[in-house]
């Protein structure tokens, strides 16, 4: 088993940066590949950045160059680093980690509200 926790959650203004960080611990594998979704109230949840075990990375369209992921295979940790945060950013913010033959793990979430 994994289990993911999320941290760095909070309030925000607009036009302002949050970073979020997701500890893994158990079985880790350093192939996984590790992201962010979030999920808006009423919403579905949503792709936000994934990055591989090589370092590649992809974002939804919504974030692009606001926001930045990162991974430190030694610390089992993922980073999301997000700057011009806007009022629709608002939602919880959660972790994937992703195994190659398939399975998944999510942590529990952490809130991100920002207001305008």
């Known amino acids: 088993q994994v289990q993911l926790v999320e941290s760095g959650g909070g309030l925000v203004q607009a036009g302002g940066s949050l970073g979020l960080s997701c500890a893994a611990s158990?079985?880790?594998?350093?192939?996984?590949?590790m992201g962010w979704y979030r999920q808006a109230a009423g919403n579905q949840r949503e792709l936000v950045a994934t990055?591989?075990?090589?370092?590649?990375?992809n974002y939804a369209d919504s974030v692009k160059g606001r926001f930045t992921v990162s991974r430190d295979n030694a610390k089992n940790t993922v980073y999301l680093q997000m700057n011009s945060l806007k009022p629709e950013d608002t939602a919880v913010y959660y972790c994937n980690r992703r195994r190659f033959y398939g399975a998944e793990y999510w942590g529990k979430g952490t809130l991100v509200t920002v207001s305008s």
């Open positions: 158990g079985n880790i594998f350093n192939t996984d590949s």
């Open positions: 990055i591989t075990s090589s370092g590649s990375t």
